[in-house]
């Protein structure tokens, strides 16, 4: 089993940033795909990027790219979350997954999830 712990959402002006972080416990992932989705109100859910836990090779959806920048960290199992010129629409659960390598960006995929963290873009 694997357990996921999200942390660092919270309210935040538009423009700024946030540093989301996932805690990684149970079983080892050398061979996982750690995704980070989000769910807006009324909304399905949506990859926003991906990174492999062995080479670290990343992939972000289109809305994000150049925004935000996830990493891992083997030492510490973490996977993070940077986000930076944060906008309304980023406003959103923000939730840590782990998968298969051939999970890639689809939500159904994903094995294990996190309890989610919310984070709020307002003035």
């Known amino acids: 089993q694997v357990q996921l712990v999200e942390s660092g959402g919270g309210l935040v002006q538009p423009g700024g940033s946030l540093r989301l972080s996932c805690a990684v416990s149970g079983r080892t992932l050398s061979s996982y795909t750690m995704g980070w989705f989000r769910q807006a109100p009324g909304q399905e859910r949506e990859f926003v990027a991906r990174i492999t836990w062995s080479g670290g090779s990343t992939f972000y959806s289109d809305s994000v790219k150049g925004r935000f920048a996830i990493s891992r960290d083997g030492a510490k199992n973490t996977v993070s979350l940077q986000m930076n010129s944060l906008k309304p629409e980023d406003t959103a659960v923000y939730y840590c997954?782990?998968?298969?390598?051939?999970?890639?960006?689809?939500?159904?995929?994903?094995?294990?999830w996190g309890q989610g963290t919310r984070v709020t873009v307002s003035s």
């Open positions: 997954a782990a998968g298969p390598r051939a999970a890639l960006g689809y939500a159904a995929r994903y094995s294990y």
